[in-house]
């Protein structure tokens, strides 16, 4: 079982959906390993319940017989010859007739084969017989965010029937610091960097007496879990549908993105509709992230998608580099640290890890509860322009932009950052003039005295700051 960390925030709403005074039904999904399951008992400890988990990759008749073999083995009913949906679920009526109860479809996209039939079914025997019972909730959680997000959520069946909806996502620092007590800030930035807040993730490297030593053993050995974790990962995602890997990898060797149409160039394509559900399933389940710059509208063909999921940029960058290289574990780890694109790859974890945690960067710089969007400012090269890419700007309600500046480096920070975020200025200015532009330098090193002394930046964030906000 895996440690149940942080999620307060989350286990507080599904009590509180358990405490209705009125039939609720919840829908949780999210990528594999990331904790759903555990959630999920965690919230409903003490509570009647009937828990039953979906088979990967089985027919509508093996998922039917071991939901039947899972409700005799929790209450003793037995029955033989079943053979269609609306005769299995109709027997959950019985126990649950009185009483507060909570039944949870896990894997629901394997139960239902990724069909509507299983969804269509369950509104039925839901409405006229579960919701009979006032102090009933029903969980529907799945590990396949797109089939959950339009078979379930906006399906005709059950649209707007929803009382709760989580997509639940990586921990945040201060909850992976949970995992790792006595260790020191360096080593919990890496780990994000390395695999995310992905709580089966944190737990297999809190067993190690070092996250170096854990990465060593679990990214580089023969059969390290790391080293195994990307196929099974495409596997129960995706199947052997071989696109879905080849924009990684596409992705993966360009860490600035590429817009759908670039994405198309490289991979042969036609960027039409089915390229654009497939960038969308890998978003939905938490791989790419899509940013649009400010003052392009949704629409825009400048959208571009970046892997932002840590342990897949790792696993395609490093791990996969040495998959058939010899030697032992310790010397190939070694061997890419030592490399010249080690520096320049943490360089770009990091801008990722601070646009995961704007939150707790607006709360450091006083402004949390001022409404503002956040994300990129990117703007093309061209004949009179010259091109620019802030990773991450805050445009603030009270109309002040927040420029952020993200260094990863051993070494000192040196003056050239200022010459460096004096041209992004200039050209913010030209295009908000009028605008107040704050600048922000977070830092994993120190900056140097000359940089500090310039009181060119606004603030300097360190990058253990974001830990213990």
């Not at 919840?26 to 008992?41: D, F, N, Q, T, W």
């Not at 994000?192 to 807040?197: E, H, K, L, P």
């Not at 059969?223 to 974790?229: A, L, N, R, S």
């Not at 992705?251 to 509709?273: R, S």
Request: net charge positive; proline share 4%; aromatic share 10%.
């Amino acid at each position: 079982m895996q440690k149940f960390i942080g999620r307060i925030v989350e286990k507080k709403r599904i009590k509180a959906l358990l405490d209705l005074s009125r039939p609720s039904i919840a829908v949780i999904y999210g990528r594999r390993r990331i904790g759903k399951s555990e959630l999920i008992r965690q919230a409903i400890k003490g509570k009647n319940t009937l828990n039953f988990e979906g088979l990967e990759g089985q027919s509508k008749q093996k998922q039917i017989k071991n939901f039947l073999f899972q409700l005799s083995e929790q209450t003793g009913l037995k029955k033989k010859g079943i053979t269609d949906w609306p005769e299995a679920l109709i027997l959950l009526r019985e126990p649950t007739r009185s009483g507060q109860w909570v039944i949870v479809l896990d894997e629901f996209q394997w139960m239902a084969n990724y069909q509507n039939e299983l969804v269509s079914v369950i509104k039925m025997i839901w409405e006229k017989f579960l919701s009979k019972n006032p102090r009933m909730t029903l969980i529907l959680c799945g590990s396949i965010a797109s089939f959950m997000k339009s078979k379930v959520l906006k399906s005709s069946a059950l649209y707007g029937r929803c009382d709760y909806e989580l997509n639940l996502r990586p921990l945040k620092l201060q909850e992976m610091s949970e995992f790792f007590p006595g260790k020191g800030s360096d080593e919990i930035l890496d780990t994000a960097m390395f695999v995310g807040g992905v709580p089966k993730y944190l737990e297999l490297i809190s067993e190690h007496s070092s996250v170096y030593e854990a990465m060593t053993e679990l990214a580089f050995s023969k059969d390290g879990y790391f080293k195994t974790e990307y196929e099974r990962l495409f596997a129960s995602h995706f199947g052997k549908n071989p696109i879905y890997r080849q924009i990684i990898q596409t992705l993966a060797e360009n860490p600035y993105g590429f817009t759908t149409g670039k994405v198309a160039e490289k991979l042969g394509v036609i960027a039409g509709g089915s390229l654009s559900s497939k960038l969308d399933d890998l978003e939905s389940a938490g791989f790419l992230y899509s940013m649009v710059p400010f003052d392009k509208p949704e629409t825009s063909k400048l959208r571009k998608y970046v892997l932002i999921d840590a342990y897949t940029r790792f696993y395609t960058s490093m791990i996969n580099m040495v998959s058939n290289k010899k030697g032992p574990p310790d010397t190939q780890f070694h061997t890419i640290m030592a490399g010249p694109g080690y520096a320049s790859w943490l360089g770009r974890a990091f801008e990722y890890l601070c646009m995961q945690h704007h939150e707790e960067i607006s709360k450091i710089l006083g402004f949390h509860g001022i409404p503002y969007i956040a994300g990129p400012f990117f703007q093309r090269k061209n004949i009179n322009k010259s091109g620019v890419q802030i990773d991450l700007l805050f445009e603030r309600s009270d109309k002040v932009l927040v420029l952020c500046e993200m260094k990863y480096q051993l070494s000192p920070v040196a003056k050239e950052v200022i010459e460096q975020v004096n041209r992004k200025v200039l050209i913010l200015q030209e295009k908000y003039p009028g605008r107040t532009i704050l600048k922000i330098l977070l830092t994993k090193s120190r900056p140097t005295d000359n940089v500090v002394n310039a009181g060119y930046f606004a603030k300097i964030i360190k990058a253990e700051d974001l830990i213990h906000c």
